[in-house]
């Protein structure tokens, strides 16, 4: 039995043990109801609407995203996209290209800014893992970037392996590194909010049997556990012959008319692991090489919404799939590409805010096929008020139904005298060429009444 000194010592050491749990509790153990950022997860549109109805919404802040699939499938245009839309928003992104292939064409082509912007794009030609992990390490902590692109995994070279000369086996390098650098790094992105996508490649399985994968991803497993969204990339061919129509269906549209070369292709998207929504969700999107037809994605957007309809029989199916619909009045057709609207016209010339529609909806594509009667300088005043209005901007510009109103610079009066002159000149011109235009308008008339009497 221990004494009542003994006693009361171990009783008090107990007590300092369980107030030492106590401040930690209140400091880092907590509930749901004492923090509400769980309540909805924050996101980055991932700049392709398909994607972001898989996704909720896009990519979860502060998460990792691993993209991967055979070449040429379109991984990076998907991180160029992603880029786009975030730098929209007027947050900063970093672009690492370890492959040493930044292609500046195809980055503008799909929106990404990349001069004259304080949002411009950054880009690092560093393929060293380790200091690569250390400058996003230092990024997190300052919040400087909203998204940062690894372009590729497989490209990036451990330190080890640097060291070591061509030839020499470096078995795990790159595993050991990401298994190390991953833990760190993902708290720190929760913190900052930064979405952090790596883009992977394929590599075959060598020996591997009918049972097992044939193809796998470099860099480990750990990746995969600390992604929360992993995304599996196929590009599907088009076909231009309608009795051999492929998996991505019959799309004449995506060869040149004249060269019959190929210039685009549909991507397939699969959700391979999501933390952020339901897995195993597929998405299908259009990806061009040479340009992204504005009139062609701004219709499928509204047919989507059901703004525009195919028109249909007493019986309720439907009569023409080629044919679109708004309001009962024909509005699209295969025969007549929409040469008549002077609002798409415009598009066809300025695709600045196609994307901003795609964006944000139907509340804009409403308004745009209410007015498809404006002119060009209405339309882009149109544009204009839109963009200011997503951005949350605030602009000193009169318009009054969408219409400009062109304020004219306060001149400076040399001569009160000939001031007024010019005015009375300028007033009796249009008084005269009124009274022309009636005199005409009369002599039109009657030539029409001795034409009706001679019948």
Same mark, same amino acid.
């Given at each position: 039995?221990?004494?009542?000194?003994?006693?009361?010592?171990?009783?008090?050491?107990?007590?300092?043990?369980?107030?030492?749990?106590?401040?930690?509790?209140?400091?880092?153990? =907590?509930?749901?109801?004492?923090?509400?950022?769980?309540?909805?997860?924050?996101? =980055?549109?991932?700049?392709?609407?398909?994607?972001?109805?898989?996704?909720?919404?896009?990519?979860?802040?502060?998460?990792?995203?691993?993209?991967?699939?055979?070449?040429?499938?379109?991984?990076?245009?998907?991180?160029?996209?992603?880029?786009?839309?975030?730098?929209?928003?007027?947050?900063? *992104?970093?672009?690492?290209? *370890?492959?040493?292939?930044?292609?500046?064409?195809?980055?503008?082509?799909?929106?990404?800014?990349?001069?004259?912007?304080? #949002?411009?794009?950054?880009?690092?030609? $560093?393929?060293?893992?380790?200091?690569?992990?250390?400058?996003?390490?230092?990024?997190?902590? #300052?919040?400087?970037?909203?998204?940062?692109?690894?372009?590729?995994?497989?490209?990036?070279?451990?330190?080890?392996?640097?060291?070591?000369?061509?030839? $020499?086996?470096?078995?795990?390098?790159?595993?050991?590194?990401?298994?190390?650098?991953?833990?760190?790094?993902?708290?720190?992105?929760?913190?900052?909010?930064?979405?952090?996508?790596?883009?992977?490649?394929?590599?075959?399985?060598?020996?591997?049997?009918?049972?097992?994968?044939?193809?796998?991803?470099?860099?480990?497993?750990?990746?995969? =556990?600390? %992604?929360?969204?992993?995304?599996?990339?196929? %590009?599907?061919?088009?076909?231009?012959?309608?009795?051999?129509?492929?998996?991505?269906?019959?799309?004449?549209?995506?060869?040149?008319?004249?060269?019959?070369?190929?210039?685009?292709?549909?991507?397939?998207?699969?959700?391979?692991?999501?933390?952020?929504?339901?897995?195993?969700?597929?998405?299908?999107?259009?990806?061009?090489?040479?340009?992204?037809?504005?009139?062609?994605?701004?219709?499928?957007?509204?047919?989507?919404?059901?703004?525009?309809?195919?028109?249909?029989?007493?019986?309720?199916?439907?009569?023409?799939?080629?044919?679109?619909?708004?309001?009962?009045?024909? =509005?699209?057709?295969?025969?007549?590409?929409?040469?008549?609207?002077?609002?798409?016209?415009?598009?066809?010339?300025?695709?600045?805010?196609?994307?901003?529609?795609?964006?944000?909806?139907?509340?804009?594509?409403?308004?745009?096929?209410?007015?498809?009667?404006?002119?060009?300088?209405?339309?882009?005043?149109?544009?204009?008020?839109?963009?200011?209005?997503?951005?949350?901007?605030?602009?000193?510009?009169?318009?009054?139904?969408?219409?400009?109103?062109?304020?004219?610079?306060?001149?400076?009066?040399?001569?009160?005298?000939?001031?007024?002159?010019?005015?009375?000149?300028?007033?009796?011109?249009?008084?005269?060429?009124?009274?022309?235009?009636?005199?005409?308008?009369?002599?039109?008339?009657?030539?029409?009444?001795?034409?009706?009497?001679?019948?």
């Amino acid at each position: 039995m221990p004494s009542d000194k003994e006693t009361k010592k171990i009783i008090d050491e107990a007590a300092k043990e369980i107030k030492e749990f106590n401040k930690i509790a209140k400091s880092k153990i =907590f509930t749901l109801d004492d923090d509400e950022s769980y309540d909805q997860i924050e996101r =980055f549109t991932t700049g392709i609407r398909e994607l972001d109805e898989v996704l909720n919404g896009g990519w979860g802040k502060g998460n990792i995203v691993e993209l991967y699939g055979p070449e040429a499938s379109g991984k990076t245009t998907i991180a160029y996209r992603t880029e786009a839309a975030v730098q929209r928003l007027g947050i900063n *992104c970093l672009h690492y290209d *370890c492959e040493q292939t930044f292609n500046k064409d195809l980055a503008e082509l799909n929106g990404v800014i990349l001069n004259n912007h304080p #949002n411009r794009l950054r880009i690092s030609h $560093e393929n060293e893992a380790e200091k690569i992990m250390q400058e996003i390490e230092v990024a997190c902590e #300052n919040k400087e970037f909203g998204v940062i692109v690894i372009d590729s995994l497989a490209a990036m070279v451990p330190r080890e392996m640097l060291k070591k000369e061509i030839g $020499e086996m470096t078995v795990g390098a790159l595993s050991k590194m990401m298994s190390i650098c991953l833990p760190r790094i993902s708290s720190l992105l929760k913190k900052s909010g930064t979405v952090l996508i790596f883009i992977n490649q394929l590599r075959e399985v060598i020996g591997a049997n009918k049972w097992e994968d044939a193809e796998k991803t470099p860099g480990g497993r750990a990746l995969k =556990f600390f %992604a929360s969204v992993r995304l599996e990339i196929q %590009a599907l061919r088009p076909s231009k012959n309608v009795e051999y129509k492929g998996k991505a269906g019959y799309r004449p549209d995506m060869y040149d008319e004249e060269s019959e070369i190929q210039i685009g292709h549909v991507l397939k998207g699969t959700i391979k692991k999501s933390k952020i929504s339901k897995p195993f969700g597929v998405f299908y999107t259009d990806i061009w090489y040479e340009h992204i037809p504005e009139i062609d994605k701004i219709i499928k957007l509204a047919r989507d919404e059901e703004i525009l309809s195919h028109p249909k029989r007493v019986d309720g199916k439907i009569k023409s799939k080629k044919t679109l619909l708004y309001k009962d009045k024909e =509005f699209y057709s295969e025969e007549t590409r929409i040469e008549n609207l002077s609002v798409l016209e415009w598009l066809r010339e300025n695709n600045l805010y196609v994307d901003l529609l795609v964006d944000h909806g139907s509340p804009n594509l409403e308004a745009l096929f209410k007015e498809g009667n404006l002119t060009k300088e209405e339309t882009l005043a149109f544009y204009k008020k839109t963009s200011e209005l997503s951005s949350g901007e605030t602009k000193e510009e009169k318009k009054d139904d969408l219409k400009i109103v062109i304020e004219e610079p306060e001149s400076v009066v040399v001569n009160d005298e000939a001031t007024v002159n010019l005015k009375v000149e300028e007033e009796n011109q249009e008084e005269n060429s009124e009274e022309e235009d009636g005199d005409s308008e009369v002599v039109e008339e009657k030539k029409r009444r001795g034409r009706k009497k001679k019948e």
